[in-house]
Each structure stands twice: as C-alpha cells, then as structure tokens.
C-alpha cells in the first residue's frame, strides 16, 4: 500500500542508528533466504510461500520457526516502483489476512504501482503457532484484559494474570520467549532479503505503527516510503504498559462521536437518549447496574456483566460502523426479560492470539511494576478520572509476573534517517489517542509530516471514509508527494 517518488536520504546517520543497522544478523546478510511461491488455497490472486527464521538470531544455524507470507503482485507492471509491506496491528494480527481483504483496493488506489507483501508474525496465523495454554474462561477478552471487580478490587485479575504467566513459563517454550517486536523486525528485514529488495516501502497501523517505527530506526537505509496509521507513544519507558493506559483517554475522547450518533433524531425511535450529553450518564447507570444484577444471553448463557458491556463499548468505539451493534446491545440491557441480542463475544481468543500478545508485551519492556498495592492505587485513580473504562487500562497484567526478563531495551526513536515517514492520525482515536501520535511525531522529528484528521475511530487510510486523508497518503505512495503537516475536516 503505498507507491511513491522518494525523497533524497540524509547521507549521515548518527551513530546510534548506524549502530543499530549494524546489528543485522552478518548470516542473514550473507546467505538471503529463498520463497517458493505458489497460489494461495484461497485462489484469489494472491502468492503464498513459507520464510524459515531462526527463533534466536544470535544463533542462526539453531532452532527455527515458520513465517507464513504472502504476495499480491503489481497488475501495472509498467507503473511497478517497488514492494510495498502491510505491517499489522495486535501484538498478532494476521499480514496475510489483511492483504487478503485490502491487497486489491490498495493496488488500485496506487495504481499498481507495489507488489503488496505481507506475513503472518511468528507466533500467530498460518505461521508457526505460539501456545502458553491458558485456560479457556481466562481468554475470554473481557477475563484476559485487566478488568477490576465492581467496586474495584483487583484480586481476581492479579490471580488470573499469575496463572497466565506461570502458563507461558510451562508451556510456551522457546517460541513464546522469542516473541518480541525486536525479532518481528528482524523477521520483516529477512523477509525483505528473500524479495531480493533493497528498500521496501510500508503502510503500518496500531501496533505495526511501533514496528514500523522500530524498523525506520534499525534498517533505516532499508526504507522508502513509509506510512505509519494510528500511533502511539513510542518512548521507552512508556511503550506496552504505556499503550493500555492510553486507553483511558482514548475512550474519553471518543465517546461523544457514539454519543452524538445515538442521540440523532435520524435514529427515530431506537435513539438511546434526547440529548448527547444524556447518553454517558445512560451508559455508565447501565455499567453499574449489571455490576450488580448481571444478565444473560439467550444463544450462549454467557452473562452480560457491567464489565463486558464496557469492553464492547471499547471495541465499538474504533469504528463507526460498530455503533448499531452497540447500541442494539444498550437497548436490551436496559429492558427485560432474556437477551435475545447475540452474545457480542461468543469465543475466547486463541491460544495463538493470547500467547502472542502477551509474550510481545512481557519481552519488549523489562518496566512493568510488580507491586500489587501500587496497581491497587492506580486502578483506583483511574476508574474515578475515567469512568468509562472503570480502571481496566491502569489494571495489572501478566508482565508483572513474567518468568523471563527482556533480553534487549526498547528501542529509541530519534530524527536520525531518512525523512521518509507519513504519519496519519484520527483526532479521537480510542486505542491509539492523538497524544501518543504527537509523541511519535516528535520522536521522529524532520524524518516525518502528519496528517491530522478530524474523526474518530482506530484506523484511518482507506477505512475512515475521509477523501483528504486518504489522497494524502495515496499521493505520498504513488508521487512522493510529502508537504508540511497538514490538518483534514471531517468527511
């Protein structure tokens, strides 16, 4: 996703980020890997071939895992530039599954200007497959993220993060203890080598933003035209642990886009509420009241706890298009009788999901307090700042109880590199806030331009439905196109 004209490298790196692009495994650089391409099972257009890695690359020749990746090949050969990498979200997002959906809008956008690439990151996906063994009820999403009981006791979280810990320490092996956003880098970067390709240009979002990012730093003379969508803080002491307590805040800034929809006279008579400023009061009355008297849901017999409602609402909130949905499962809450409404969450994650975003989590970053009173205080001061998410973002994970501490430190994003980075960002993004996306924008400082659009949502270049902001990315892959920092209005 994303053709472009290239804007001239500076021909000076400091001496960290030569540093770091020396730290290239000297094997990989020697002996390029081979990808035996094929059809795709799905006979879509797509290619489809398996990359070995080594689970350690201090030790090249040791054990390996399998990276499943994909290709959708240009069909303007004559208006071909290069290779173009979607960078997925998660910790454990599927590459491959996302150029299944969007490959073919995004090589007509740019006019079949890349072969679009992408790969399943270790651990998860058609790739080798992390398994910590968790326990079913503790995957569960609305079990697996932080939420404190009702009147804001921790300790079933804290219980529940120890079990997940002590599950990825038994049963995770050398796989789950390779997991990190340093290796994913390493990973794209012999990807990169495989496509015989000296540069590749990317379109990253959520967490493939951090990669992305991570991968301007260390291989910066690797890069071309680089798109990062939906940022976050990359400063070392604040990426992971960082990121879930920006949820807070991103939810506060999000909430009245749902608010002022639900409250549309256009809803006729399935609006929640008269008046926008009515329906958080709504929401949060209805929390506390299934804290107290849960419900249950008719095709599952799963209840519908205050906490659930809150974590649909968190996830609805990245886009528009999860507004009915939401606002469906308000109205049948606040009425009587069964939940005829579809349970929301029917599955838990799986075991490659759980294990990947959590072993990423727990080997990036060593900074994770491991204090159960001082987590007790946070969660408490959170839930009364944000009511909306009640304390989850401020909540204890298993990190906290890791077995094997990180073996390398964040890395430190700087202006050192080309200035080749776009960067694109919702104003009121739930997951992602546009506070974190200005930390990234600094970090990167003359390497990057951001386009600023006045929305909402998690996720803007071609899935907000904002013109400008999608030609200004398109521009920058096709053209090169790069202006100052620019601000888009809504629509």
């Not at 506390?288 to 968190?314: C, I, S, W, Y």
Request: contains cysteine.
């Amino acid at each position: 996703m994303r053709p472009m004209t290239r804007k001239a490298l500076l021909t000076t790196l400091s001496a960290t980020a030569l540093a770091a692009t020396l730290t290239a495994p000297a094997h990989a650089a020697a002996q390029a890997p081979q990808l035996a391409w094929q059809p795709c099972a799905e006979k879509d257009g797509r290619e489809c071939a398996t990359l070995q890695v080594p689970l350690d690359y201090s030790d090249p020749d040791g054990p390996t895992a399998d990276i499943a990746v994909s290709r959708l090949r240009s069909d303007h050969p004559q208006a071909r530039r290069g290779t173009l990498l979607l960078i997925p979200g998660g910790p454990g997002g599927s590459g491959r599954a996302w150029l299944a959906g969007t490959g073919k809008r995004l090589r007509t956008e740019t006019g079949g200007a890349y072969d679009i690439v992408s790969l399943d990151p270790r651990g998860t996906g058609d790739s080798t497959q992390a398994d910590c063994g968790i326990p079913e009820d503790d995957r569960r999403l609305v079990d697996f993220r932080p939420w404190p009981g009702s009147d804001g006791d921790i300790s079933a979280t804290v219980a529940r993060a120890r079990r997940i810990a002590d599950a990825c320490a038994r049963n995770g092996g050398a796989l789950v203890r390779s997991l990190s956003t340093a290796n994913e880098v390493r990973d794209i970067d012999r990807f990169r080598q495989a496509l015989g390709e000296e540069k590749l240009s990317a379109w990253g979002v959520s967490y493939g933003t951090y990669v992305g990012a991570v991968y301007a730093q260390k291989y910066p003379r690797h890069t071309d035209r680089w798109v990062l969508d939906s940022s976050g803080d990359p400063d070392p002491e604040r990426v992971e642990r960082g990121w879930l307590a920006n949820m807070s805040r991103g939810a506060d800034d999000r909430f009245p886009d749902f608010a002022a929809w639900a409250s549309d006279p256009a809803r006729g008579a399935d609006r929640l509420a008269a008046k926008a400023a009515d329906v958080r009061p709504m929401f949060l009355a209805l929390a506390a009241e299934l804290d107290r008297t849960p419900r249950k849901f008719a095709d599952t017999g799963h209840e519908l706890t205050g906490n659930l409602l809150r974590q649909v609402m968190q996830n609805s909130l990245y886009s528009d298009a999860a507004f009915p949905k939401l606002a469906d499962l308000i109205r049948a809450a606040r009425g009587t009788g069964p939940l005829t409404v579809p349970d929301p969450m029917p599955k838990p994650l799986s075991q490659a999901d759980a294990a990947v975003a959590t072993g990423v989590l727990c080997n990036d970053v060593a900074n994770w307090p491991r204090s159960v009173a001082a987590y007790t205080r946070a969660v408490a001061a959170d839930r009364a700042r944000h009511p909306l998410t009640a304390g989850m973002p401020a909540g204890i994970t298993p990190c906290s109880f890791w077995k094997t501490p990180p073996t390398e430190k964040p890395t430190r994003i700087t202006p050192d590199g080309p200035s080749n980075v776009l960067m694109i960002q919702n104003l009121r993004d739930p997951a992602t806030p546009y506070a974190g996306a200005l930390k990234m924008r600094a970090a990167f400082g003359g390497r990057a331009r951001m386009v600023t659009v006045d929305g909402g949502g998690h996720g803007v270049y071609l899935d907000g439905g904002n013109a400008c902001g999608d030609a200004a990315v398109t521009r920058f892959l096709v053209r090169g196109d790069r202006a100052g920092d620019v601000v888009c209005a809504a629509g």
